[in-house]
């Protein structure tokens, strides 16, 4: 383990930056009125001292830096972030009221209603691909450059990315509501009618369909064109920004603070504003409305982040799910306290935590879990840190990790996040509320060493089909019978009390746990991240094959797991039968029946059946096969 660098805390600018800085010298002071004064005696226009954007220097000009020197223009208020040594800012938007809409746009612009809005911060530029993965998060842009802004990205990632960046800062940014996109769009109270945002002139504030084509790469770095009055960089153009809101018709009635609900399932549509890069100019506009399904990709999609209090509401920490090992100790970096911190509450059979300085440190006690939360003595702000500690077992030279489940409560079977591909006649289909206690679960599947450390013998080496042999992978060609006896001995030469998991019990493991971010997928909504399967497991040791993998060579989910989504099926406790639509606490399944339950797919299956949800039976479990192994419970 290792605590992440990071610095977050906010600094209030002497005086707004924007567009004021006429002369260039990186500050707003009365010698840029004085530049402004000697462009207008002398008559020759220069672009610079033309603040307003609107084509011509004047005393309107003069007046709009003397309000930004007053702290007047946008409220003197930016706020500076800095996460692992990526700055970012934030500009204040006072609260007001307008006009959102327009009458000689699209009819989805109609009609114009009355907006009243309270202050709030928006972001300089779109987040940057940067910050994106300064806070964590996995960037898979198009276009890789760390000062373009991020895009191809999900509405849902964008939340999982703000919810990174608030657990490193103490604060909580968001997406703007699209009325508060729309009000920073147009200037705010600054706003002098533009049709794009900052100007009438689109290519002097955006890049668009007409002008990003730059040697065949289309977006660009943010801020390289001119902000709006507000100071506000590309809200036309480049990349379209995701808005928090589902996407609605808009109603005449005046509205205050309007915040529509974030999406709580994968069919529905959020807002999406400001055009592209490859948009026409009329998409630019500062009225124009467009709409997404929330898990789509759009090479385009971005984002803006929104803050609407500027003090800190927790702690902020650089890691808030540390993964221990028995005997482990780890630190957490906290970024934003006054330096007198206190543990107030922690399970000490699982882990002891203390603070000095700005680190708090953590030891691992025993397996399970445990929240620790810490506590600012001065400001009284708190953040909670979840300590999953797992146990690392050894059998001859052969080591392997059992990783904790807190216990909690599912709806099983499925659900608005794993419907896409499932058929209505899909055994899944039925979804019921399951309960479930804490274990642990094997953190990959067992390996053929592992196999051969305790049977003496390795069964893949058997394979009628194909000897997929390979100490690392996952073992096959092993009966559900043949894995009670390996787990009685393992048992033996431990004295610890594995078996296999449940159905209920793999699945939730499989979903993240209480951890769970929805994915279809164990642990990403992107299948070639997290599972070995036939797209992508076609060339078994370079001889062209299908084969199973090495065990976590790809991503592990929300708990730490590898390869719940493909490689090989894994048995499970059950007996199949039908879902039940009654609740259910520690379902163990029928009593008897005729075929076992396999879960997960496997390397030679489609995506659809390597989805957390996905059932799959074998009655030829006294047997196996090629494409059947099974992980350990306990």
């Known amino acids: 383990m290792f605590a992440l660098w990071l610095m977050a805390f906010p600094t209030a600018a002497a005086t707004p930056s924007g567009n004021y ?24 226009h220069v672009s610079a001292a033309d603040v307003n954007n609107d084509g011509e220097v004047s005393i309107a000009d003069i007046s709009r830096v003397l309000n930004a020197i007053l702290g007047e223009a946008n409220g003197a208020g930016e706020l500076t972030f800095t996460v692992d040594k990526v700055p970012f800012k934030m500009i204040k938007v006072e609260g007001g009221t307008f006009m959102m809409g327009s009458n000689s746009g699209s009819s989805n612009e109609k009609p114009v209603h009355e907006v009243t809005l309270s202050p709030y911060y928006i972001g300089e530029t779109e987040v940057t691909q940067a910050l994106w993965k300064a806070a964590g998060c996995i960037n898979r842009s198009y276009y890789k450059n760390s000062r373009l802004p991020i895009h191809d990205v999900m509405w849902v990632e964008c939340q999982e990315f703000i919810r990174r960046l608030n657990v490193l800062t103490g604060y909580r940014f968001s997406l703007p ?50 902000p709006n009055e507000l100071g506000i960089y590309d809200m036309s153009g ?44 009329n998409q630019c506009r500062v009225t124009a409305r467009d709409f997404c399904w929330n898990e789509l990709r759009e090479v385009h999609n971005g984002l803006r982040l929104a803050l609407q209090d500027d003090n800190p509401v927790a702690l902020g920490v650089s890691e808030d799910n540390v993964e221990m090992m028995e005997g482990d100790m780890a630190t957490v970096t906290i970024t934003n306290g006054k330096g007198n911190y206190r543990v107030i509450s922690s399970d000490e059979q699982v ?26 003595d001065q400001s009284d702000l708190q953040a909670r840190v979840l300590v999953r500690v797992g146990k690392e077992c ?16 599912f709806m099983m079977g499925n659900t608005w996040d794993q419907r896409l591909s499932f058929g209505d006649g899909d055994d899944a289909c039925t979804v019921h509320e399951v309960t479930l206690s804490s274990y642990s679960i094997g953190q990959t599947e067992v390996t053929q060493e592992l196999w051969t450390a305790v049977m003496g013998y390795n069964p893949s080496e058997h394979n009628e089909w194909q000897n997929f042999i390979n100490p690392q992978g996952p073992v096959d060609n092993v009966s559900w019978d043949d894995c009670l006896e390996f787990i009685s001995r393992l048992n033996e030469l431990t ?14 493991a499989a979903r993240g746990g209480n951890r769970s971010r929805h994915y279809r997928y164990s642990g990403s909504r992107y299948i070639d991240e997290v599972a070995w399967y036939e797209s992508n497991a076609d060339n078994w040791q370079g001889g ?85 192994g099974f992980r350990l419970a306990m």
């Open 495 to 508: 004295g610890l009390h594995f078996r296999l998991p449940t159905e209920a019990e793999w699945e939730f």
């Open 177 to 226: 509501t699209e009325a508060q996109w729309e009000f920073a769009a147009r200037g705010g109270n600054e706003s002098d009618g533009y049709l794009y945002a900052g100007s009438d002139d689109i290519g002097s504030v955006a890049w668009y369909h007409d002008n990003s084509n730059v040697d065949g790469k289309w977006i660009h770095e943010v801020a390289t064109k001119q």
């Open 544 to 628: 062209g094959l299908y084969g199973p993998q090495t065990v976590a060579l790809l991503l592990p989910n929300e708990l730490g797991l590898y390869d719940m989504s493909g490689n090989v099926w894994e048995y499970c406790q059950d007996w199949y039968a039908p879902y039940s639509t009654e609740p259910q606490t520690n379902p163990t399944g029928p009593s008897t029946g005729t075929e076992r339950i396999i879960r997960g797919g496997s390397f030679i299956e489609g995506s659809n059946e390597c989805k957390c949800a996905k059932r799959h039976y074998t009655d030829n479990y006294d047997e196996g096969g090629n494409t059947i």
């Open 351 to 376: 882990a002891i935590a203390a603070t000095q300085n700005s680190m708090m440190y953590i030891i691992a006690m025993g397996i399970g879990t445990a929240t620790v939360t810490i506590e600012d």
């Open 21 to 44: 800085d006429v002369n260039h010298d990186g500050e707003v002071t009365v010698s840029d009125i004085n530049a402004i004064i000697n462009v207008i005696f002398d008559g020759i």
């Open 394 to 409: 050894t059998v001859g030279d052969v080591t392997f990790r059992m990783m904790p489940v807190e216990g909690g409560t």
């Open 238 to 281: 480049n990349a379209v920004e995701w808005c928090v809101d589902r996407y609605y018709s808009y109603s005449a009635a005046a509205q205050i603070d309007p915040a529509w609900p974030g999406v709580e399932d994968d069919s529905d549509d959020c807002v999406t504003r400001g055009g592209s890069c490859f948009t026409a100019a």
